[in-house]
Each structure stands twice: as structure tokens, then as C-alpha cells.
């Protein structure tokens, strides 16, 4: 079993900068991708970000320059750092981890809420 606790959401104005964090814990292997997904209420979930455990990184286009995915293999953590924010970044963010088998668990979610 894997399970995903992410916290860092909040509310901040537009223009300002969140860190989003994920640890993972469980049934983990060295090798997954790790990446960020959003939900807006009423909208399918959105790929945001994905990071390999080599390092390699991939990015919706919505939020590339702005927002910086990384990890740290030695904690299994993940974090998403958001600048320039907007309010359409509003949205709640959940942690996602894809096994080798591709299987894709999730948190909670953590609510990110830009003011304009």
C-alpha cells in the first residue's frame, strides 16, 4: 500500500509564490515518477507536472516558467514550487505516484487559492 500526505496549499494573492510538498510512504520502489495533478470543482483533473526518480521533468504548458517540480529521493518527497501565480492556478493540487506497474495512487489534495 502507498500512501501520499501533501500539505504547503494556502491562500495568496496573484503574482505571489506557494511550495507545495508530498511524502510518500509505504509499498515504495526507488524507481516511480512522482508528479503534481489539479482539480478544479466541476472540471476533470489536469497533469500539471511529473518528475522521474532520474530527475527528468515534464510540464503542462499552462504552467511552464512558473512552476518549478522537484524531489528528494532520500525522503520520498516531491514539491511543487509555484511562482507568478494566477487565479486560474486555483485548484486543489494532489500528489500522484505512478509505479514501474503504473499504478497511480494519490493524496488528499491541498487547496491553492490565488486572489486577483
Known amino acids: 500500500q502507498v500512501r501520499l500526505v501533501e500539505w504547503g496549499g494556502g491562500l495568496v494573492q496573484a503574482g505571489g509564490s506557494l511550495r507545495l510538498s508530498c511524502e510518500a510512504s509505504?509499498?515504495?520502489?526507488?524507481?516511480?515518477?512522482m508528479g503534481w495533478d489539479r482539480q478544479v470543482p466541476g472540471k476533470q483533473r489536469e497533469f500539471v507536472a511529473t518528475?522521474?526518480?532520474?530527475?527528468?521533468?515534464v510540464y503542462a504548458d499552462s504552467v511552464k516558467g512558473r512552476f518549478t517540480i522537484s524531489r528528494d529521493n532520500a525522503k520520498n518527497t516531491v514539491y511543487l514550487h509555484m511562482n507568478s501565480l494566477k487565479p486560474e492556478d486555483s485548484a486543489v493540487y494532489y500528489c500522484?505516484?505512478?509505479?514501474?506497474?503504473?499504478?497511480?495512487?494519490w493524496g488528499q489534495g491541498t487547496q491553492v487559492t490565488v486572489s486577483s
Open positions: 500522484r505516484l505512478t509505479t514501474l506497474r503504473s499504478n497511480d495512487y
Open positions: 509505504g509499498s515504495i520502489f526507488s524507481i516511480n515518477v
Open positions: 518528475i522521474t526518480s532520474g530527475g527528468n521533468t
